[in-house]
């Protein structure tokens, strides 16, 4: 594998998922106490190709950065990404895939994004409500994709950059 080629993929996605946080009409639907960040259901990809780890970070980053809740939300928001992203790559079963992004951003964003918009909320609330969200961005929206790719050896190869087929 080229290194150019590798961090081609990674600013290709990272910049996917930014678009698809940023642009209207889906910006409405990113931030806030209840939201479905269409932009996370690129959060499968890991499952595909590791070149997904650090562009859905970057993605996550830029999007933060932008249009989201000010430093924390920069910082643990995309970290929270990263991480959820490596699990991603480490599930053994398919539908396994979109869940270390539900669970962690449920935990995480939901943790601190009540506190953020000022709204007192039991903590379970707000890991209910971004939990509910991501689980939409991720198994409504994600997991289709998800297999969409893998029934299609080409672009699984395409996002790989690699001649192999997807597992």
Do not use: H
């Not at 993605?59 to 910082?75: F, H, I, Q, S």
């Not at 480490?90 to 506190?115: D, E, F, K, Q, T």
Request: one cysteine or more.
């Amino acid at each position: 594998m080229k290194p150019a080629a590798y961090w081609g993929r990674v600013a290709a996605i990272g910049a996917v998922y930014a678009a698809l946080t940023l642009l209207p009409p889906l910006r409405a639907l990113s931030y806030g106490m209840i939201q479905v960040r269409v932009a996370e259901a690129l959060t499968v990809l890991p499952y595909i190709t590791p070149a997904a780890v650090p562009g859905l970070f970057v993605g996550c980053l830029v999007a933060n950065v932008v249009g989201g809740l000010g430093p924390l939300d920069m910082t643990l928001g995309s970290l929270t990404t990263l991480v959820a992203a490596w699990l991603t790559s480490r599930a053994g079963a398919v539908w396994l895939a979109p869940l270390p992004p539900v669970v962690l951003n449920a935990l995480v964003v939901g943790s601190y994004v009540p506190l953020l918009l000022g709204l007192r909320v039991p903590l379970p609330v707000g890991w209910a409500w971004v939990g509910l969200g991501e689980a939409v961005a991720c198994y409504a929206l994600g997991f289709p994709l998800l297999l969409y790719l893998l029934r299609r050896p080409r672009l699984c190869s395409l996002l790989r950059g690699e001649s192999d087929q997807c597992a």
